[in-house]
């Protein structure tokens, strides 16, 4: 059994900063990725920022220069700085990890970003 918490979401003014933080736990050899999705009210989940074991980043362009993505493996634990948020990053945030070997995928419950005008 596999569990992510995920947190940090919130209700910000535009050009505000949150920080989403995704811990997991349970049944855990190694954790492959780490990444974030998003979905906004009436649109499809899509994917922000994904970070390899090795470090390794990519981000969806909407994220690029603006969000950071983190991870602190003895933690087991992936953290999402967002900067210079906009309105349009108004969504429900899901984190996910791919694991190792097997590479099952196990997703968090979402966390609410808000960003106001």
């Known amino acids: 059994q596999v569990h992510l918490v995920e947190s940090g979401g919130g209700l910000v003014q535009a050009g505000g900063s949150l920080r989403l933080s995704c811990a997991a736990s349970g049944s855990i050899l190694a954790i492959n990725f780490m990444g974030w999705y998003r979905q906004a009210p009436g649109k499809q989940r899509e994917f922000v920022a994904v970070?390899?074991?090795?470090?390794?980043?990519n981000y969806a362009d909407s994220a690029k220069g603006r969000f950071t993505i983190s991870r602190d493996n003895a933690k087991n634990t992936a953290y999402l700085q967002m900067n210079s948020l906009k309105p349009e990053d108004t969504a429900a945030y899901y984190c996910?990890?791919?694991?190792?070997?097997?590479?099952?995928?196990?997703w968090g419950q979402g966390t609410q970003v808000t960003v106001s005008s």
């Open positions: 970070i390899s074991n090795g470090g390794t980043t």
């Open positions: 996910y990890i791919d694991l190792f070997p097997g590479g099952r995928r196990y």
